[in-house]
């Protein structure tokens, strides 16, 4: 312990944590997918910024081999009771240790501003296992550094090491090298390809078959900076080889069409979880902590649509790629800001009910990019009559000229003819039937375009 | 952790704490400890000799760095070749290289409480330990300093406390006063004077003062061999008028060699 | 002779060289263009200049400061011929199929990545000159590609395009602040970790 503790103060370790500790805090806040999710996204930015955390922890190790590096050290060395490997001890342990804190610090700085927003963690055995990997990783990070700087005792080799594995980390993200076969990122527990949905994570086997390749890496990597003559480096490696021969073969293979297939739905995390009353609201289990905030725009919105024709009586979150599960219930997708907070919290009815006007079908092969603006304007004008939000921002999707012209005679129209023409767009829309600017463009078509 | 270091269990059971016979060990291709016969006690045991003549391999062999190339040899009772043996040996040894190396981040006290770690002294005695050392050689008001930030003699008397921080039955100085002023080299002396009454002590010096000053047996090498080994009085009776040198003892000294003078 | 192989020199050029080279033709095997990706090559300069960086000093600073010689011009002259020799080792790409990036690029990036390295040898003593160039490379890594904010653009300078103001400006603002620094001499000692 003692030793321990003259190491943590005196070795690189303390410098090195704080540098982590510096890079992984400006990761989750100046940037990165944890803009746009929970815990998990949070996890996986942190495991993706290892492409920068590695090479940092690796290049430390081999700057603190230096030190063994003079003779008169070595001589004192030898000539002390103490074997080999209880004297490579302390300043092993000592980095592990303030590589490791850094990370798991980095993640506890990034949960504790998501449980101080309504999004609160939605922590699994698998995440918490992955965010694991990721400290080990920088672990083996630091002892691999520590052998390759005993093994080319030179000035160059500490930074020689940290730029080598850079740019071996920005050469993979390149060019793909080896990921139609199997990632070799997640050798070193990056993420190279993300998938950050906070209804996904990576299963516990392979966490499990991660730690033990990083395990077996850190081991050789230990036995190897022991070694003092070269046949016991050769012993060294042989666990890590082992080991990666075992490995490599099982880690997951990215499909064809390159989706990372490390990732796995989390069916427990996307369980519907509803608020209290009628109509109903749910949202999956993972967001939970958004539902009370979410509930009254998502009814105002089912309000609005109430008078529509089969107009839905119930409201669930949906993913982006998916619509709704059935026209009797409303899908709705939620974008996290910062921090696991809702992004506008103020525009979600619009947003909601301008995504039920949408279309639900394509328009006809033929039709002309006219086709294409009117549709989008009918369904603008839909979207829009619902809230009467006419200065919500519509995103960049098809800024039309004729929207201000075409509001104002829809809305001139007694009342309800108004409601007459929103809800024959609806049914048209929804239903694949008629001309989706029949009625609600009769006016305008004639006068603006 | 062991709690009780094997000094405290273990009495001393052998009749010189350094025994070497027809030793013989390499440095690099020569061949620079080339039959040896050596026996020390306990004491203070100064050893002289010319540039090259094998004083640092001699010494680097006692203290377990190099392996011996033929001969027989026993420390502290024990031989040098099982693995066992060597770290009982190791345990008792205080060691300080010609070039001492050191971690230039560390304090004083942490340095020598490290050192203190690595020869498995009990852990609840280090830091008293520690302590006691950095007292003995009078560097209590630097003892909270950063290495890198003391000059020669103070590193040089950081060497020799952490040779000794562990209460060794064995003390193996190579050069030790290099870089020490008259009034530290005289503090110096009366150390190893009082180390002595209960350690055997093998100082390797060029100044021959130093072993006139400190020891109670002086040896001399050249080429490997001993050449003559007495008590200072009898180096010094030893030196007749012709010989070079400023001192009796110095004269002795050459005379012990057997040479005209010259850079010896 | 004596005072390049003090300094490290052939060592310096042989890893400056090899690395640059290895970089290159890696690329030309694996890829179908006939540029590097400006991050790989913003990488292989600071790697070059993390070779410089073990130049800056022999073993003993305060050795190199008593020695007679006009340092501050013997300091300035070092890093003009390794700005010399790293420019002229990324412009022969430009005669191959596979460049390292348009000259402008080479030389801004060359100029600025040794400024700064000089600079933290002037700010931290030439052990850790390297500290400069590989934060850098981090941050270089981190945003990954171009961007149109001017700060970041100069914060980012080596993964920039050439005609990039702002990037420019910083390579400039670099080496000449990291020249003076250096020049002025490096202040800490050499014997520390």
Redo the contacts between chains.
């Keep these: 312990m003692r030793a321990l503790r003259i190491e943590l103060r005196r070795s690189v370790a303390l410098g090195i944590g704080l540098a982590l500790l510096a890079f992984g805090a400006f990761t989750i806040l100046a940037g990165g997918y944890f803009r746009y999710g929970g815990w998990a996204a949070l996890s996986y930015t942190l495991r993706d910024s290892l492409l920068i955390l590695w090479p940092l922890a690796a290049g430390a190790g081999a700057w603190q081999a230096r030190r063994e590096q003079s003779r008169g050290v070595a001589e004192l060395m030898t000539t002390s009771a103490r074997p080999a490997a209880a004297q490579l001890a302390p300043v092993a342990i000592a980095l592990a240790v303030t590589v490791s804190l850094a990370y798991l610090l980095t993640l506890l700085a990034g949960s504790v501003r998501l449980w101080l927003s309504p999004a609160q963690p939605y922590l699994t055995l698998p995440g918490l296992a992955a965010a694991g990997v990721g400290a080990l990783s920088l672990i083996t990070a630091a002892w691999t550094g520590l052998a390759v700087g005993r093994a080319v005792p030179s000035r160059f080799t500490a930074p020689g090491l940290t730029l080598i594995t850079f740019m071996i980390g920005a050469a993979l993200q390149e060019f793909d090298l080896l990921s139609n076969t199997h990632d070799p990122g997640l050798l070193l527990a990056t993420i190279s390809a993300p998938y950050q949905q906070d209804w996904v994570q990576l299963p516990l086997s392979l966490s499990a078959l991660q730690a033990f390749w990083l395990t077996a890496l850190a081991f050789s990597a230990f036995c190897f900076t022991l070694a003092r003559h070269r046949r016991g480096r050769a012993l060294a490696v042989v666990p890590a080889t082992l080991a990666l021969m075992v490995t490599f073969p099982l880690l997951p293979a990215p499909t064809p069409d390159g989706w990372d297939t490390a990732f796995r739905e989390d069916p427990e995390a996307m369980r519907p979880v509803c608020a209290e009353g009628e109509p109903r609201v749910c949202v999956m289990r993972v967001h939970s902590g958004l539902l009370e905030d979410l509930t009254p725009p998502i009814r105002q919105a089912l309000k609005a649509m109430e008078t529509l024709p089969s107009a839905p009586t119930a409201a669930t979150e949906v993913r982006a790629e998916s619509g709704s599960p059935d026209r009797q219930t409303l899908g709705f997708e939620i974008v996290l800001g910062a921090a696991g907070r809702l992004e506008e919290p103020g525009l979600i009815t619009f947003e909601t009910l301008r995504e039920a006007m949408a279309p639900a079908c394509e328009p006809p092969s033929d039709a002309s990019f006219e086709d294409y603006s009117d549709r989008s304007l009918a369904w603008d004008l839909a979207g829009t009559w619902l809230t009467d939000q006419v200065d919500a921002p519509r995103g960049e999707n098809w800024p039309d000229e004729r929207f201000a012209d075409a509001y104002a005679a829809l809305t001139a129209l007694p009342p309800q003819q108004q409601a007459e023409q929103i809800a024959t767009y609806y049914r048209n829309a929804t239903g694949c039937t008629g001309d989706l600017r029949a009625d609600l463009l009769a006016d305008v078509t004639g006068t603006v375009s | 952790m062991r709690s009780v270091s094997a000094a405290e269990t273990a009495p001393t059971q052998y009749a010189w704490p350094v025994e070497a016979e027809d030793l013989k060990v390499r440095a690099g291709r020569t061949m620079a400890v080339d039959g040896l016969d050596l026996r020390l006690s306990t004491g203070v045991h100064g050893l002289l000799g010319p540039n090259g003549a094998g004083k640092t391999t001699l010494i680097?062999a006692l203290?377990?760095?190099l392996p011996p190339a033929g001969g027989q040899l026993q420390l502290l009772g024990r031989g040098t070749a099982k693995g066992s043996d060597l770290?009982?040996i190791?345990?008792e040894?205080g060691?300080l290289?010609q070039?001492?190396?050191?971690?230039?981040?560390?304090t004083v006290r942490?340095f020598i409480?490290?050192?203190a770690?690595?020869?498995?002294m009990p852990?609840r005695q280090?830091t008293a330990a520690g302590q006691r050392a950095i007292d003995r050689v009078a560097l209590s008001s630097h003892a909270d300093k950063k290495l890198?930030a003391l000059s020669g003699g103070m590193l040089r008397r950081v060497g020799i406390a952490?040779a000794i921080v562990h209460d060794p039955r064995l003390v193996l100085l190579d050069e030790p006063t290099v870089g020490l002023d008259p009034a530290q080299r005289v503090g110096f002396r009366d150390l190893l004077r009082e180390i002595g009454g209960d350690t055997c002590v093998l100082v390797s010096t060029h100044l021959v003062e130093d072993v006139s000053a400190a020891c109670s047996n002086v040896i001399v090498m050249a080429s490997g061999r001993q050449v003559w080994q007495g008590t200072p009085a009898q180096l010094s009776a030893l030196g007749g008028p012709d010989d070079p040198g400023d001192s009796p003892t110095e004269r002795g000294y050459s005379a012990a060699l057997g040479q005209a003078g010259g850079w010896g | 002779m004596l005072h390049l192989r003090a300094r490290h020199v052939p060592q310096a050029l042989a890893v400056a060289f090899a690395a640059t080279t290895a970089m290159w033709l890696g690329w030309l095997v694996f890829s179908t263009g006939e540029q590097i990706g400006e991050r790989i090559s913003a990488l292989s300069i600071a790697l070059a200049c993390v070779a410089v960086a073990g130049t800056l000093a022999g073993y003993d600073e305060s050795l190199d400061e008593t020695g007679a010689r006009p340092w501050p011009r013997v300091r300035a002259l070092h890093l003009l011929i390794a700005f010399a020799l790293l420019s002229g080792l990324f412009a022969i790409s430009l005669l191959t199929p596979m460049r390292f990036g348009p000259l402008g690029f080479l030389i801004r990036d060359v100029a600025g990545a040794l400024g700064l390295t000089a600079l933290t040898a002037g700010a931290l003593g030439s052990q850790r000159a390297w500290f400069g160039p590989v934060v850098l490379s981090a941050v270089n890594l981190f945003w990954g590609a171009p961007d149109d904010r001017p700060m970041l653009q100069a914060l980012t300078f080596m993964i920039q395009p050439a005609d990039s103001i702002a990037a420019g400006v910083a390579a400039a603002g670099l080496a000449v602040i990291g020249t003076l620094a250096y020049m002025r001499r490096p202040r800490r000692p050499a014997t520390g970790l």
């Design positions: 680097r203290a377990t760095v770290r009982e190791r345990r040894l060691y290289p070039h001492f190396g050191f971690y230039p981040r560390f942490e409480e490290y050192m770690w690595l020869k498995e852990d280090v890198k952490q």
